[in-house]
């Protein structure tokens, strides 16, 4: 019995390496085409309810004079972010993933279908929310963008360290909470550095707008103007 | 090669399947367990930093004196939530999940092996945070219980439905900063009920210590008073 126990586990390792091996390559595929186009992808990890469809909607509708983008949008279900990006008139694709904890590459790959990829410029990907899975998942992105509320705690960097990381950058959001909060702002960056000391870190509150130009100019910064 | 794919799929969804049925099975056994020390469990499911640790340090502050509780701590890394039980005087055991995203029925058996079963009646299992996968895993809890802080927004029960379907309470957590947010609160309420018509829900923080009381009633009268 116990050597049939190992058996399986390594069976159910050996199935898992396969469905990475699968993802990792359709990434591949994904990257292609993201280089064939001129297309700089941005792949948005973080928990639920940490901001990102409003940072998203506050920053495409600043961007998308400057530079045409396009939205993919994870949730497990309903498409009421998708609804709110769409308001903006930036192209989006919604994809529901159901039982699922995080996109993979395939479905970005799908996506891409229904998208005008040869006008976009810069894509977002909001991932499900959720700071373990989509943190392993390459989607073919160019960069992983994790962000992280103020009320969430200083310590998840710690406690989820993959997905600081695995990004470039960290978008600290709702800061105007912070005098109604007992958090330590700079015990969190110093969490996050000791995770990844290259991290770049950008605070903003997409209501006051306040970090919104410096999210922009980093977004311009990488994805360049249009040629 | 698209046969070869439905069978590589198909193998995956059977040994899906496996692991869920030995899990299940184990979670029997832990379920006999429980019945048998006459210990009540309850699975504590959320995203990350809604609150849960606090909540439980105020929740272990008042109750200890009057059942007899320990708690097993579920973390993707650290022992910094293990550390904040432990300062209560409560008996704690930290699991790591490391690669992943919830706890398993395994983890709750082998944590056992350290708590003092005979002498226990209330067990707190603090899932990782997320609001996804913990949902479908049977621990052999006696119920789920769901928290979410108002700062996550009011769509969470649409989005993640499975969390909100499974528990029999929702905790909304962090309501002193509702001043402060543009949160519906009986917006909130409606879709948790559109999910789970028979949900319970009590509004908590466990700073001003508001609806403290009404949650240790909520607890006291599922497990009992000691025999």
Redesign the interface.
Known sequence: MPENKVD?KL??IQ?EE??MQ?NDQIACEVRDIFQKHGIYAVNLIS???SGKTTLLVETLTSLKELIPCAVIEG????S?DAQRIAATGVPVVQVNTL???HLNALQIKKSLDHLPIDKIRLLFIEN??????PA?MDLGENEKIVL??V???E??P?????AFLKSQLLILT?I??LP???FDKELCKKYARQINSRLEIIETCS?SKEGISAWIDYLLLKAGPRP
Do not use: F, W
Request: aromatic share 4%; glycine share 6%; proline share 5%.
């Open positions: 399986k069976e159910v199935i396969n469905v699968e928990s639920p309810g949730d497990q279900q309903t009421n039982q699922s904890c499900v929310g959720n700071l373990v899975c392993s992280m509320s009320t969430e705690g310590d998840k710690a406690k989820y360290p993959l709702k105007d909470l109604h909060l007992r209501y």
